[in-house]
């Protein structure tokens, strides 16, 4: 097929993609009448489509699409890292997958094993005293340790007012910040990426509440004065939170613990391979010193008689942050993969994504202009300064890369770099996959010089054309309505 309609639009009335037995239940049987208000009226316009053509709509779909598993994916940040099989099959064994979240402790005894072996490795991977696994996502994650800083404040009497926060820092770290009721403080990035000692000291008083700093920071640089700085904020009774997101970088090498962190979260996605993004759902551990273990979610798994329960008996506890134990499936998934690889494996893992991010800057070092012309870690910025005068921007450069089979790498971010392309290969890309990406941004380069228009364009292969993204973020079509319908009667813009 050339094209595909939305699925709406394939829609025939009366037609099933299920078949269900006939409702046997008598009315009298004297079950409770549900509340009339929960009732809907009916079930609105929803779609009524054979099995055969759900399965093969939502499959070309899919064949449409870039993902990690048909091409090569290089968001810098994001980390789109690929996903081993293994870690699929050992989520759906049936002792892991089949039990119930209400099932009492002694039933699920190899489960609650996994998480606190899984807290264990995390702990020792980050130099860190104790783990919770329960936040969602790295976001969450975030928000569990700046309100266990809150709490450790507050119960010392004085709640703090402030966070600092690196310009460099992902977007996130203000706003969870902001959300806990912090004031955020800005911190400047010094000319060569890094936050400096000197940058930090000013602001330090006894309304600083913690740094929050992003190690190695966001363009893929490891921040070398982190140990003073933490010393520092600790002075004035601060802690120390280090975003975490980018550990896939320092393990079996260097541990946040170590350097003076007080709290981090790790994403499981981006350093121990469990699906990302619409792959998801996430999971977002949060590591933290013996400090601020008081604070901890519940519920806890311990050991009890020689037995492990969960422990919600916690009086200092910031709460419940999460229904049951969080995203299990997650979980295994990562205890796979960290049990799979071993710690030598796991430094293995953080030295070849290095050396794939290193690969990428020198050999696109001549081609486009890099933003710190130094050794990088799992990340390299480039910029689009060496393309000034042929008006073509770095988002013409990720849209024509499609045309050569690659999605684009994170684009204008981190914020500190003008027109910024961040690219990061991961441990699991042949150096064939490598140079390929490197030809295409070199043919793409020189296009721009010879003919910009040809990538004002771009893509010009793909299934649409170039998407007005202003409009589809402003404007999203969160639901369909025939077209002529009338507005609030099916809901939503028309598709």
Known sequence: MTDERLIFESSAPGRRGASLPADDVPADVGLPAIEPELLRPGTGDLPELSELD???????LSQWNFSIATNFYPLGSCTMKYNPIVNEWSARLPGFAGIHPMWPAP???????????????????????????????GAQGEFVGIKMIRAHHVRAGHPRRKVLIPASAHGTNPATSALCGYDVVEIPVGSDGLVHLGDVTPHLDDEVAAIMITNPNTLGLFEREIGAIAAAVHEVGGLVYIDGANMNALC???????????????????????????????????????????????????????????????????GRVRTFQGNFGMLVRAYTYMAGLGGDGIARMSERAVLNANYLRARLGGTLSIAQDQPCLHECVFTDQSLAGTGVKTLDVAKRLLDFGFHAPTIYFPLVVPGALMIEPTETESRETLDAFVAAMETIVAEAKADPDRLSGAPHSARVRRLDETRAARKPVLRWRPVGATPGTGGGDEA
């Not at 759900?54 to 070309?60: I, L, N």
């Open 252 to 318: 079996g090498v260097s541990r946040p613990g170590d350097v003076g962190a007080d709290v981090l979260h790790i994403n499981l996605h981006k350093t121990f391979s469990t699906p990302h993004g619409g792959g998801g759902p996430g999971a977002g551990p949060v590591c933290v010193k013996s400090v601020l273990e008081p604070y901890l979610p519940v519920p806890r798994v311990v050991r009890v008689e020689g037995a492990l329960a969960l422990d919600e008996d916690r009086p200092l506890s910031i």
């Open 107 to 137: 039933l699920v005894q190899g489960a609650l094993a996994l998480c606190a072996d899984l807290e264990a490795m995390l702990a020792e991977v980050s130099g860190m005293d104790a783990v919770t696994l329960t936040p969602a996502a």
């Open 54 to 60: 759900v399965v093969r709509h939502f499959t070309r």
